[in-house]
């Protein structure tokens, strides 16, 4: 008697080029093979390489969202730019309308306060993020909408007590404060459908419960939640660790982070720590070091710089790097100009703490970096720059090790069934093609046939 499936995919090749079919039932994989004898809904891959879907192991998606909706002046160089693309987005019909825009370059002219942003646009209420997310940028239409005292230590304010505009790391607040509904993320969940991606890790340091419920069944990829020790668990995600936003600039007393390590043990949960400068990673070693030690599970997020003689350390602890390949192509050209050469070769490395024995994970960072995977996987391949230079030959990786960022090692049977099929270019210069992804079985994108 022939098996029955819900859904056989055939004429496929795995990522080594050898034919593959499968065949799926209940949302998991049941049959693998060269060829499947059964019966059920048939799709054929036309030669395409089926492998498991693509995980973003570091994303904000609330964030990304967000700047789905708003101004984009990642390439304004100049006052002028940024100005014409502010007002080419404004709604001069609702002047109390807020504008939000992000991708702010501080070279243009510096962190601007309120007096300069009320050139810019007087008007309108304006929130502007500078291109690390770290800061908020407000005119004085849209200080005025913060209301008056109490103002928390993130308010930045000048010798008269008055508010410049300048807010640093104060998402939660200032979401909490000029209210308004959280950003819709159908659409994200459908642009990272058609790049393949079935899962992501949302790495935010302030989620906790109410941020949860915002995330969870707002796209169809399955979700691992990162922040607050106070996060529970919850139906259709999976608790990650506490998260440690560290800031070289403002860096807490050790035994604060101590504690919050400690915590997070008590409630089984590992930690990670954001780690993109070189203090914040000796910081995050000593804490772990004076707090019994890492956990297998124990994350650093970044990993921007690290020094070829901490590699044998963060080994030996068992500590998984999570990089960001992408911001070799995405902001490589701007490192190049600011940073020393004999440097360039610590900044987001792959190839050399693979072969140090440390586990590696990939993540976009989105919105700070660009969601799309596969520009990642192309600058893990060829450590290219938005211009075409190189950063850090020696840690460039093989394809299979660029997928492993992203993927499983290999299906299985009985593995849920988040499956892409997808075309590696041979060019390195270009950048993957989907054609089908699979969620539990079920197909959430395809292209057009």
Same mark, same amino acid.
């Given at each position: 008697? #022939?098996?029955?499936?819900?859904?056989?995919?055939? $004429?496929?090749?795995?990522?080594?080029?050898?034919?593959?079919?499968?065949?799926?039932?209940?949302?998991?994989?049941?049959?693998?093979?060269?060829?499947?004898?059964?019966? *059920?809904?048939?799709?054929?891959?036309?030669?395409?390489?089926?492998?498991?879907?693509?995980?973003?192991? %570091?994303? %904000?998606?609330?964030?990304?969202?967000?700047?789905? =909706?708003?101004?984009?002046?990642?390439?304004?160089?100049? =006052?002028?730019?940024?100005?014409?693309?502010? %007002?080419?987005?404004?709604?001069? !019909?609702?002047?109390?309308?807020?504008?939000?825009?992000?991708?702010?370059?501080?070279?243009?002219?510096?962190?601007?306060?309120?007096?300069?942003?009320?050139?810019?646009?007087?008007?309108?209420?304006?929130?502007?993020?500078?291109?690390?997310?770290?800061?908020?940028?407000?005119?004085?239409?849209?200080?005025?909408?913060?209301?008056?005292?109490?103002?928390?230590?993130?308010?930045?304010?000048?010798?008269?007590?008055?508010?410049?505009?300048?807010?640093?790391? *104060?998402? @939660?607040?200032?979401?909490?404060?000029?209210?308004?509904?959280?950003?819709?993320?159908?659409?994200?969940? #459908?642009?990272?459908? +058609?790049?393949?991606?079935?899962?992501?890790?949302?790495?935010?340091?302030?989620?906790?419960?109410?941020?949860?419920?915002?995330?969870?069944? @707002?796209?169809?990829?399955?979700?691992?939640?990162? *922040?607050?020790?106070?996060?529970?668990?919850?139906?259709?995600? !999976?608790?990650?660790?506490?998260?440690?936003?560290?800031?070289?600039?403002?860096?807490?007393?050790?035994?604060?982070?101590?504690?919050?390590?400690?915590?997070?043990? #008590?409630?089984?949960?590992?930690?990670?720590? %954001?780690?993109?400068?070189?203090?914040?990673?000796?910081?995050?070693?000593?804490?772990?070091?004076?707090?019994?030690?890492?956990?297998?599970?124990?994350?650093?997020?970044?990993?921007?710089?690290?020094?070829?003689?901490?590699?044998?350390?963060?080994? @030996?602890?068992?500590?998984?790097?999570?990089?960001?390949?992408?911001?070799?192509?995405?902001?490589?050209?701007?490192?190049?100009?600011?940073?020393?050469?004999?440097?360039?070769?610590?900044?987001?490395?792959?190839?050399?703490?693979?072969?140090?024995?440390?586990?590696?994970?990939?993540?976009?960072?989105?919105?700070?970096?660009?969601?799309?995977?596969?520009?990642?996987?192309?600058?893990?391949?060829?450590?290219?720059?938005?211009?075409?230079?190189?950063?850090?030959?020696?840690?460039?990786? $093989?394809?299979?090790?660029?997928?492993?960022?992203?993927?499983?090692?290999?299906? #299985?049977?009985?593995?849920?069934?988040?499956?892409?099929?997808?075309?590696?270019?041979?060019?390195? *210069?270009?950048?993957?093609?989907?054609?089908?992804?699979?969620?539990?079985?079920?197909?959430?994108?395809?292209?057009? +046939?």
């Amino acid at each position: 008697m #022939k098996a029955v499936f819900d859904l056989i995919i055939r $004429n496929a090749y795995n990522a080594e080029g050898a034919p593959i079919s499968v065949g799926i039932r209940d949302g998991l994989i049941a049959a693998i093979g060269k060829a499947i004898e059964g019966s *059920g809904t048939e799709y054929d891959a036309r030669g395409q390489t089926l492998g498991p879907g693509l995980h973003d192991h %570091h994303c %904000h998606l609330l964030a990304t969202a967000a700047r789905m =909706e708003s101004v984009d002046l990642t390439d304004c160089h100049t =006052e002028n730019d940024a100005i014409a693309r502010l %007002h080419a987005r404004t709604d001069s !019909s609702a002047p109390d309308k807020w504008v939000r825009a992000f991708g702010y370059d501080e070279r243009v002219a510096g962190l601007p306060d309120r007096d300069l942003l009320d050139k810019w646009l007087p008007e309108h209420p304006l929130r502007m993020q500078d291109r690390t997310g770290a800061y908020w940028l407000l005119n004085s239409a849209g200080i005025a909408r913060l209301g008056t005292e109490p103002l928390p230590p993130c308010v930045e304010r000048d010798a008269n007590e008055r508010p410049t505009g300048r807010i640093w790391r *104060g998402d @939660s607040w200032l979401r909490e404060r000029i209210g308004g509904s959280p950003p819709s993320l159908v659409k994200l969940g #459908k642009q990272l459908a +058609r790049w393949g991606v079935t899962g992501v890790t949302d790495a935010s340091a302030s989620n906790g419960n109410a941020e949860a419920k915002l995330l969870v069944g @707002s796209i169809p990829q399955r979700m691992v939640i990162m *922040g607050t020790e106070d996060l529970c668990d919850g139906d259709y995600y !999976s608790v990650g660790p506490v998260k440690l936003l560290l800031d070289e600039n403002d860096l807490p007393p050790i035994d604060r982070i101590m504690e919050r390590i400690f915590t997070a043990r #008590k409630l089984n949960r590992n930690v990670a720590a %954001h780690c993109a400068t070189l203090g914040e990673l000796l910081f995050y070693l000593e804490a772990l070091r004076q707090s019994g030690g890492a956990r297998a599970g124990d994350r650093i997020e970044h990993g921007s710089v690290i020094p070829e003689s901490l590699i044998g350390d963060i080994s @030996s602890m068992g500590l998984i790097v999570v990089t960001q390949p992408n911001f070799i192509h995405d902001r490589g050209d701007r490192y190049r100009s600011q940073i020393e050469g004999f440097e360039l070769d610590d900044l987001y490395r792959l190839g050399s703490l693979l072969r140090g024995g440390v586990q590696v994970l990939g993540g976009s960072d989105a919105p700070y970096g660009d969601a799309n995977p596969w520009i990642a996987l192309r600058a893990a391949l060829d450590r290219r720059t938005r211009n075409g230079a190189v950063i850090g030959l020696d840690e460039v990786i $093989n394809q299979s090790a660029a997928l492993a960022l992203y993927q499983n090692p290999q299906l #299985k049977i009985g593995d849920r069934a988040d499956l892409i099929l997808y075309d590696w270019p041979r060019d390195t *210069g270009a950048l993957g093609e989907v054609g089908l992804t699979l969620i539990g079985g079920d197909i959430i994108w395809q292209t057009e +046939r």
